[in-house]
């Protein structure tokens, strides 16, 4: 019985495998055959299509290394290299290669038309003959199995030669009464540099390049020079523009690169010294306002021949107090023996034997929210004791001190260092400029003119008044312009170096729309002398 027992057992444990083992077997995966695991699909490359069987699941990458393809670095494959393939799917190679071509392409020239006080008006002249430039241009070509895809992009130009543009003169005299003057005076019209000399009849071109930029314009004080900058042939970004100085008694001189470049606020001669200038420098930027002040100080000399010598270091390169970044001016004394600077947190002297600064009179610089700043304008009075200046006015109500629209006509002593308010709300761009000594009866005198803000709290933007008074502030009178007549924009007015003959009164130079106008000081009458409404800059000596 016991046998019995254990045989059914044993058949039981028997019959459970069996059943288990069967289970297992029909839940494994199918065997294939080595044919069903391939997929064959159609190839095509260098214009022939063929078909090739591969494992199911391979790359397009690992098909055409199979199929023995080197790709090219611009071929094209459709799909891409890491796409799996499956039954139904095609590759296609695409060869693509470029071809370059250059050609030649003449830039024309541009027409400009410029009016001088040369020609007549209404008569015509060609100054300057055109010429068309030339350049290179290189193209790329794109094929696709060996089609041209018509895509052609230039990647390449080289200008082989500039164009020189046409420069038609139209003539611009106007019938102004020609006028007296003391000395010569010099002014820039349309880039050139023209002076006058003894009338206002007699002008004569002295530079005529077309690229002065006015930074600089300076005679010197025996009359002999002219100190001017130029805009640079390069970028902007690399130099500004270049000094230079021109012989004005030999008609036949070259002007004379001084090797010095960047110039944005300040150059002129050295009083008492010969052939010598003094400058400042910037170094240039590609952000605005396109320079970062060096707010330095250097003498050079030059001789006639066209030699330039080395620097000489006055001030070094330093940051310029507050707002530095925009720069430093200077002024020499009518004798020449002080030198004053102004900056925008205020005025003071050089010390040339020492090579300082000393401050005179602290300034609250304006806050204009943008790329500028103010350099306050500044002149030496005739007695060399005396600067006037324009100095920031304290604020209406609650608005802050540097962003007060109030400015005021200051006049600084330098004996004592004291100040005394010449005119109040002047505006910002008051520019005042003083006479040489002037007798009047049995002393010398002098005056200051300056410009008054139409619109004293909006002075940044106004028109402006040109105004006389006497140097302790009386006697102030409105020279230009008439009653219901646009106002001056803003500049320095600038002094005849002498009066008249005869004692007929004293003159005024001012740019108003473009034009040069001189204001008689005795009469209080002004009258225009050029009429091509491109004057931008003036000196007198």
């Known amino acids: 019985m016991f046998r019995i027992i254990n045989s059914f057992r044993w058949s039981l444990r028997s019959l459970f495998i069996v059943i288990l083992t069967s289970a297992l077997i029909s839940c494994a995966a199918p065997q294939v055959s080595q044919e069903d695991a391939l997929i064959t699909l159609p190839l095509t490359v260098d214009g022939t299509t063929k078909d090739i069987s591969v494992p199911t699941g391979s790359t397009v990458e690992s098909v055409l290394k199979l199929a023995g393809i080197t790709l090219g670095s611009l071929d094209r494959v459709e799909p891409t290299l890491y796409t799996s393939l499956n039954k139904g799917d095609a590759i296609k190679v695409t060869r693509v290669r470029e071809e370059f071509e250059t050609v030649q392409e003449i830039i024309p020239f541009e027409r400009q038309t410029v009016r001088t006080e040369l020609l007549p008006d209404g008569k015509t002249r060609i100054s300057q003959p055109g010429e068309n430039g030339l350049r290179e241009l290189t193209f790329r070509k794109v094929f696709e199995d060996s089609k041209n895809t018509d895509e052609k992009t230039i990647v390449k130009t080289v200008v082989l030669s500039q164009p020189v543009p046409e420069i038609m003169l139209v003539g611009a005299q106007s019938p102004f009464t020609p006028l007296q003057i003391p000395g010569k005076l010099a002014y820039i019209s349309g880039g050139n540099a023209w002076i006058m000399d003894r009338t206002t009849a007699n002008r004569q071109p002295i530079i005529t390049s077309g690229d002065l930029d006015g930074r600089v314009f300076a005679i010197s004080p025996d009359g002999k020079w002219l100190l001017y900058t130029r805009k640079s042939t390069k970028p902007a970004e690399e130099e500004i523009n270049t000094l230079w100085v021109v012989d004005l008694v030999e008609s036949q001189s070259k002007p004379i690169n001084l090797k010095v470049s960047n110039i944005v606020h300040f150059a002129s001669f050295v009083p008492g010294l010969s052939q010598t200038i003094a400058y ?11 320079w970062q002040a060096n707010n330095d100080l250097e003498f050079r000399k030059f001789s006639a021949s066209g030699a330039v010598g080395l620097p000489a270091e006055i001030i070094t390169a330093n940051s310029g107090g507050v707002y530095g970044w925009w720069g430093t001016n200077y002024i020499w004394s009518p004798s020449g023996d002080k030198l004053a600077y102004a900056r925008p947190d205020g005025i003071g002297l050089v010390n040339i034997k020492e090579n300082t600064l000393n401050p005179l009179l602290d300034n609250v610089p304006l806050q204009t929210g943008s790329d500028w700043t103010l350099i306050p304008g500044f002149a030496w009075g005739a007695d060399g004791n005396s600067v006037f200046t324009v100095t920031h006015a ?28 010449m005119v109040e709300q002047s505006g910002m761009f008051a520019y005042p400029s003083g006479s040489s000594s002037r007798l009047e009866g049995a002393q010398n005198a002098y005056k200051v003119a300056f410009l008054q803000a139409i619109f004293p709290d909006q002075s940044g933007s106004c028109r402006y008044k040109l105004v006389v008074l006497d140097s302790d502030g009386s006697n102030r009178s409105v020279l230009f312009p008439p009653e219901g007549s ?7 007015p600038v002094w005849a170096p002498a009066k008249l003959e005869d004692n007929q009164g004293d003159y005024l130079a001012f740019i108003y729309q473009g034009n040069l106008w001189l204001a008689n000081i005795a009469t209080g009458k002004s009258q225009q002398i050029t009429g091509d409404g491109l004057v931008s800059k003036l000196d007198w000596k």
């Not at 400042?280 to 396109?290: H, I, L, M, Q």
């Not at 646009?486 to 320095?492: C, H, V, Y």
């Open 280 to 290: 400042s420098t910037v170094e240039p930027r590609s952000t605005a306002p396109g």
């Open 394 to 421: 304290p604020p209406p109500g609650l608005v802050k001190p540097e962003e007060s629209p109030y400015f005021d006509l200051t006049a600084l002593s330098i004996t004592n260092s004291t100040n005394v308010k």
């Open 486 to 492: 646009a106002g001056l924009a803003p500049q320095t």
